[in-house]
């Protein structure tokens, strides 16, 4: 009887766990759609280099593109180079600017290790943009 008892207990397990696997799939999938989607609304945008810095994000149902180059500090948003103030503080360098009527912030610190360099985060209206 417990043979019984235990092999339907692993069955509804594995039963759970395939439907937990569909679902992330599926979340994965859409995900994937949205940002392809996202950046075929947004055009172009250079691949993310050494040099260059790029996040996609969604801001008042607009698609946003924004690229920044580490080198000279400049910041491309949809393609079309704006103004940005920069300024060097104790930890690195923070890069402000305007996206729509939104506060936007690049802010530049070191990893503390060598072999990983600079850590660059974008944040709009005090909120992380992840990469």
Request: glycine share 6%; charged share 30%; proline share 5%.
């Amino acid at each position: 009887m417990s043979v019984i008892l235990t092999a339907c207990r692993n069955s509804s397990r594995k039963a759970l766990e395939r439907a937990r696997k569909r679902k992330a799939e599926k979340r994965r999938r859409l995900k994937e759609a949205e940002v392809a989607a996202l950046a075929d609304s947004i055009g172009p945008l250079p691949p993310q280099t050494a040099t260059t810095r790029v996040w996609t994000f969604m801001l008042e149902d607009q698609p946003y593109g924004v690229v920044f180059n580490i080198d000279s500090m400049n910041v491309t948003l949809n393609g079309i180079r704006i103004e940005c103030r920069a300024d060097f503080t104790d930890d690195g360098s923070v890069t402000d600017f305007v996206v729509g009527d939104h506060k936007a912030r690049i802010t530049t610190t070191s990893s503390g290790s060598r072999r990983d360099g600079m850590i660059h985060c974008l944040s709009v209206d005090g909120y992380p943009i992840p990469e």
